[in-house]
């Protein structure tokens, strides 16, 4: 396994600050008196013999002590006034205000949180915040994006293909393409299951409808089963959030990666946006010595994937020194998921596509999904949020919708094409999403929670590269075997936890039923991805004519 970080793993760079102005003070002979003791240390440690290893531990404490307080002098003696030089050319100074109560540690932490934000940007987007995306702009305009349907959708409404594809023409290249070992995975598991009542990250909810599996152990299993399929060491990249890097890392390790190998294993963390005020631009603290933070968007994969990790090596780097060309991305959330589909697979690579997407057709206006469209030959993603209700309810002359195509957040992408983006950096534009996000009062240094959005933060959306990609297309697949999220509350009408586990079973008997057995109505029914991951291998294990009468998990034993 290999760890990446955005940034909260990053030590400090005090290089990053500008115009530092060291001054001969008592306080400089404390930091010049410490490097010399440093130095003394550094010297000794090699004449201590080896076997007095009590004695080296010893010397090693103490080194790291002395570097530790060094550390601490300069950021309590000397960095308050040139940070707060460079905040005012922003106007956060504010930033600072309490300063003067945090102990050294805090000063250290909110110092690295300074050093990382791009306050020029922050002002550029602040002005902007009002600006109509592009894609709304681009509604009235919008057409059909050219679409293949999946083997297993039943509705007739006709899709408009790029290139004429046969269900079994893709499954083949598909096949073929996996076979070469040139397709690895991408898994966004940045969220935190908050409104299942379930303060971790998502991935370690409990989601299997009779095994109590959580949707990491199924997602792993998944993977370990197209590796086994198609004979090759699958890379599985997972792309965390700081709320839930190192817990997930955690909890990987204590499960041993659910059998899958370590060294396929990369887990990266995205980056972060500071959030400010919604009235001045201002930049706001969650608490006196630490500023108000959040995800920069499921489109940080993009930045976060080419940012060096251990040995220098980004996980791109990885993919390609591994011969991979085609990247499954997909979210933590959805069960349902048919990771490194081959079908799918087989109409991106036989269409000449960069970037591939998986929809559903929109059941009616307002479905709360991105609606993919195409305007001016290059395809777009119009937020829910954005689409007016007299334009979502447009209809064709046969009186389907107009705007169909509902995006379910499972692509692929080339790795060619993230490559050639990630060097530009206006690639993905911000979104604004306008929050209430709880803050310090400067004032009074009191936590404020809002009643009413006060605060603007900023997100990047990786669906944003379709404009970009050449010959993009979209897969249309049924609801019912490809997408279910769990994403409410206990006991909601729609992508609960209940209503889920009721999807999984629904799919999988389905696919015993398809098999040829005969299964009771109203049975629980869940089959492990290592027992079988699609109904066609599912015919091959199980008798044509089994009865399935009583609650069932199927797993290799």
């Excluded at 010297?43 to 009590?54: A, D, F, G």
């Excluded at 594809?165 to 996996?178: F, I, K, N, P």
């Excluded at 299993?221 to 090759?232: F, L």
């Excluded at 006060?454 to 490809?482: C, G, S, W």
Aim: hydrophobic share 40%.
């Amino acid at each position: 396994m290999r760890l990446y970080s955005t940034a909260s793993d990053r030590g400090f760079d005090r290089n990053r600050f500008i115009g530092y102005r060291w001054q001969i003070t008592a306080e400089t002979a404390a930091i010049r008196q410490t490097d010399f003791l440093l130095q003394k240390i550094v010297t000794l440690v090699p004449l201590v013999p080896q076997k007095l290893s009590k004695c080296n531990l010893i010397n090693k404490n103490l080194r790291d002590l002395l570097l530790f307080f060094r550390t601490s002098l300069q950021i309590f003696y000397f960095m308050k006034s040139d940070i707060l030089e460079n905040l005012r050319c922003y106007g956060q100074e504010h930033l600072l205000t309490f300063w003067d109560l945090l102990s050294v540690i805090e000063r250290r932490r909110l110092s690295e949180q300074i050093a990382l934000i791009d306050f020029s940007l922050l002002v550029n987007l602040y002005a902007n915040r009002d600006v109509p995306a592009e894609s709304l702009m681009l509604a009235g305009r919008a057409g059909d994006p050219p679409a293949y349907k999946f083997s297993t959708v039943t509705d007739l409404t006709p899709c408009k293909p790029r290139i004429p594809v046969s269900s079994q023409e893709a499954l083949s290249a598909g096949q073929d393409v996996l076979r070469q070992g040139k397709v690895g995975v991408i898994l966004v598991a940045g969220g935190q299951g908050t409104r299942l009542g379930f303060p971790h990250p998502k991935g370690m909810y409990s989601i299997g409808a009779v095994s109590g599996a959580t949707l990491f152990q199924i997602h792993f299993e998944k993977v370990i089963a197209v590796a086994r399929r198609y004979g090759y060491q699958v890379p599985f990249a997972i792309m965390t959030s700081p709320a839930t890097h190192q817990e997930t890392i955690d909890f990987l390790e204590q499960k041993n990666y659910f059998g899958l190998r370590r060294e396929d294993v990369f887990i990266f963390c995205q980056g972060t946006m500071p959030a400010v005020s919604l009235d001045s631009g201002k930049v706001l603290l969650e608490s006196k010595g630490g500023i108000a933070l959040s995800p920069d968007g499921h489109g940080g994969m993009l930045a976060a994937i080419t940012k060096s990790g251990v040995g220098g090596i980004s996980v791109l780097d990885n993919f390609r020194r591994r011969g991979i060309e085609y990247l499954f991305y997909y979210q933590v959330d959805n069960p349902l998921v048919q990771v490194c589909s081959p079908e799918f697979l087989g109409y991106h690579f036989l269409s000449g596509s960069e970037l591939t997407s998986q929809v559903i057709r929109k059941r009616f206006p307002m479905m709360k999904v991105g609606n993919i469209v195409e305007v001016d030959g290059r395809l777009y993603v119009i937020e829910y949020s954005d689409l007016t209700e007299d334009v979502a309810s447009q209809v064709k002359p046969d009186g389907s919708l107009k705007i169909w195509a509902g995006n379910i957040a499972a692509h692929i992408f080339n790795v060619s094409l993230l490559e050639r983006t990630a060097k530009i950096a206006t690639s993905l534009p911000f979104h604004v999403a306008r929050k209430k996000v709880p803050f310090i009062d400067i004032a009074t240094g009191n936590l404020i929670k809002p009643d009413k959005e006060n605060a603007i933060k900023f997100e990047r959306f990786i669906f944003d590269l379709l404009p970009l990609a050449k010959n993009a297309v979209v897969v249309e697949v049924d609801q019912e075997n490809h997408y279910a999220p769990v994403k409410n509350a206990p006991g909601s009408q729609a992508n609960s936890p209940e209503t889920v586990k009721q999807n999984i079973t629904n799919m999988h008997a389905e696919w015993l039923r398809k098999a040829g057995a005969v299964v009771d109505k109203n049975v629980q029914i869940e089959i492990s991805p290592l027992f079988a991951d699609s109904p066609e291998e599912l015919k091959q294990k199980i008798k044509e004519g089994a009865v399935f009468n009583k609650t069932t998990y199927l797993k290799n034993t």
